[in-house]
């Protein structure tokens, strides 16, 4: 059973087209966390939001995390070649460990076309 | 200063021999994990080291899984007896503190048992 579900797990688009990325869970997590990750590299942390309602704002992304903290989504705008990649979201359960063991969703492969 | 590194970028086994993924971590990050990564999934976490200690090895799936990590800094996960199913991108991460401090992650290790 995946505690964190992420959808589409493909996307495939024309540049300056705008995508959204779902990640939704029946549990509460104090944090929710947003990697890209490129092939043969590490995930790379975007952003982190601990507040139930929180919109925080990278350039182009536009991320959101749910008034009940229990889904988040990600929003890119006119998407770009570059924004190619595998983004994923994590979560830290809430009432869980507190050593910041993180709960990944499946990921989201993202291609860009120009 | 250097990132998190791994060692090595790729490895080839066959099936039912040993072999040791080493992560050396950010200087000074007392907090270190590793995720296991099936091709363009999600991560799996595997264990969590404070120091020198593993509170958490929950996520190891099978008793050929140990790890070790020595002087604080340098982990190693080894895999005995490998089976087809170990292949996958194993990715260390290290974080200053644990908890909610930002996870930094390495480029992973190959691994593929023929």
């Known amino acids: 059973t995946q505690l964190l579900e992420q959808s589409p797990q493909f996307l495939s688009i024309q540049e300056g087209e705008n995508l959204t990325v779902y990640c939704n869970s029946s549990s509460v997590f104090s944090s929710l966390q947003w990697y890209r990750q490129e092939p043969g590299e590490g995930p790379v942390l975007l952003v982190t939001v601990v507040t139930g309602g929180e919109v925080k704002k990278l350039k182009r992304l536009t991320f959101q995390f749910g008034d009940a903290r229990k889904d988040s989504s990600l929003h890119i705008t006119a998407a770009q070649p570059g924004d190619t990649g595998l983004y994923l979201c994590?979560?830290?359960?809430?009432?869980?460990?507190?050593?910041?063991?993180?709960?990944f969703g499946q990921g989201t492969i993202l291609t860009v076309h120009p | 200063g250097a990132g998190v590194s791994q060692s090595p970028s790729n490895k080839v086994t066959e099936k039912g021999k040993d072999v040791e993924l080493r992560c050396d971590p950010i200087?000074?990050?007392?907090?270190l994990y590793w995720y296991r990564q099936s091709l363009g999934q999600g991560l799996e976490f595997l264990i969590y080291?404070?120091?020198?200690?593993?509170?958490?090895k929950s996520g190891l799936p099978s008793d050929r899984f140990s790890a070790e990590r020595t002087g604080g800094s340098v982990s190693t996960l080894t895999i005995q007896r490998t089976q087809q199913e170990d292949s996958a991108v194993y990715l260390c991460?290290?974080?200053?503190?644990?908890?909610?401090?930002?996870?930094?992650f390495g480029p992973g290790t190959r691994l593929l048992v023929l």
């Open positions: 994590a979560g830290d359960r809430a009432g869980g460990t507190s050593y910041g063991k993180l709960t």
């Open positions: 991460a290290s974080s200053l503190f644990g908890g909610a401090e930002t996870q930094y």
């Open positions: 080291f404070q120091g020198n200690s593993a509170p958490d």
């Open positions: 200087s000074g990050h007392t907090a």
